[in-house]
């Protein structure tokens, strides 16, 4: 019986050894400087979203700071019928630089709480050329980099990273750029997997679907 016990201790400990070295905790990172994460970024991969629904490629995101503290939201993509853009703010939340709140809803919606949505960084470049955005919920995910390509090997780590945080990667959409050539759409490969991808290294969007 006591042998049982023991056996019975060891493997719990095992399981739980195991279960902390595969996965990683889903929150802000603990600083980022705004301003050096200001500028354009490219979008790489995402998760379904319903108001990126008509982008079909070259997805770009802007950021500039505000004299009062918030940050100006530039958003642009390729569509069936041509470029879209749309422009929101975001704002700081409970004094923590990563843990932020976008709004793309009209001024004078500001005071509803379902206007704004979290937008966390939970991983970043410590060169700011990458960054990789979550939420609470873990219903969101934005893979971006400074350049319209990633490196595949960068690009499967993050990803893996994200499956640790427990976000549902099997479906991220990978996001070419403009003049990416018309090609099946591929889904993302386990992390021992090369992904499918082109000759720049990433793969084309996927049709988005919506529950």
């Given at each position: 019986?006591?042998?049982?016990?023991?056996?019975?201790?060891?493997?719990?400990?095992?399981?739980?050894?195991?279960?902390?070295?595969?996965?990683?905790?889903?929150?802000?990172?603990?600083?980022?400087?705004?301003?050096r994460?200001?500028?354009?970024?490219?979008?790489?991969?995402?998760?379904?979203?319903?108001?990126?629904?008509?982008?079909?490629?070259?997805?770009?995101?802007?950021?500039?700071?505000?004299?009062?503290?918030?940050?100006?939201?530039?958003?642009?993509?390729?569509?069936?019928?041509?470029?879209?853009?749309?422009?929101?703010?975001?704002?700081?939340?409970?004094?923590?630089?990563?843990?932020?709140?976008?709004?793309?809803?009209?001024?004078?919606?500001?005071?509803?709480?379902?206007?704004?949505?979290?937008?966390?960084?939970?991983?970043?470049?410590?060169?700011?050329?990458?960054?990789?955005?979550?939420?609470?919920?873990?219903?969101?995910?934005?893979?971006?980099?400074?350049?319209?390509?990633?490196?595949?090997?960068?690009?499967r780590?993050?990803?893996?990273?994200?499956?640790?945080?427990?976000?549902?990667?099997?479906?991220?959409?990978?996001?070419?750029?403009?003049?990416?050539?018309?090609?099946?759409a591929?889904?993302v490969?386990?992390?021992?997997a090369?992904?499918?991808?082109?000759?720049?290294?990433?793969?084309?969007?996927?049709?988005?679907?919506?529950?």
């Amino acid at each position: 019986m006591r042998m049982f016990c023991r056996l019975l201790i060891v493997a719990s400990m095992a399981i739980a050894w195991s279960a902390a070295a595969t996965s990683l905790p889903n929150r802000p990172v603990p600083s980022l400087d705004l301003h050096r994460y200001a500028g354009q970024w490219h979008e790489i991969a995402r998760l379904p979203m319903y108001f990126e629904r008509k982008c079909l490629d070259a997805v770009i995101a802007t950021y500039t700071p505000n004299p009062d503290g918030t940050v100006h939201v530039h958003n642009t993509c390729r569509t069936d019928k041509g470029r879209m853009s749309v422009d929101g703010v975001a704002r700081i939340k409970d004094d923590q630089p990563a843990a932020l709140e976008v709004r793309f809803a009209p001024a004078w919606l500001t005071w509803l709480p379902m206007a704004w949505a979290d937008y966390w960084v939970i991983e970043v470049d410590p060169d700011y050329q990458w960054a990789v955005i979550g939420s609470p919920s873990r219903k969101h995910l934005w893979i971006l980099s400074r350049q319209p390509t990633m490196d595949p090997a960068l690009l499967r780590t993050l990803v893996e990273h994200s499956r640790q945080r427990g976000y549902p990667v099997d479906r991220l959409m990978m996001t070419a750029p403009a003049d990416a050539p018309a090609r099946p759409a591929g889904s993302v490969p386990p992390p021992d997997a090369s992904p499918p991808v082109d000759d720049r290294g990433i793969n084309p969007a996927a049709p988005e679907t919506h529950e």
